[in-house]
């Protein structure tokens, strides 16, 4: 199953701009998305961003193949 990379902006309330990023294992683009969504709801996610608000609409998601980065 291929691995996914996916960076959801946020935008927290006190001003400045983040990323939050989720890497996760699904077969298709659609389910890696849905994956990063429900993760990004999950109480440590909130946590970890102080309760920012995310960007949805400029979610990215894409998977990484072997020798990314390299």
Do not use: C, N
């Not at 659609?30 to 309760?51: F, K």
């Not at 920012?52 to 998977?63: F, G, H, N, T």
């Amino acid at each position: 199953m291929p691995f996914w990379s996916a960076t959801i902006p946020t935008q927290p309330s006190h001003g400045g701009a983040g990323v939050h990023i989720f890497i996760v294992d699904a077969t298709r683009y659609e389910q890696a998305r849905g994956h990063a969504l429900a993760s990004a709801q999950l109480p440590d996610a909130r946590r970890h961003r102080r309760d920012a608000a995310l960007d949805i609409q400029r979610l990215a998601v894409k998977e990484i193949r072997p020798g990314w980065g390299v």
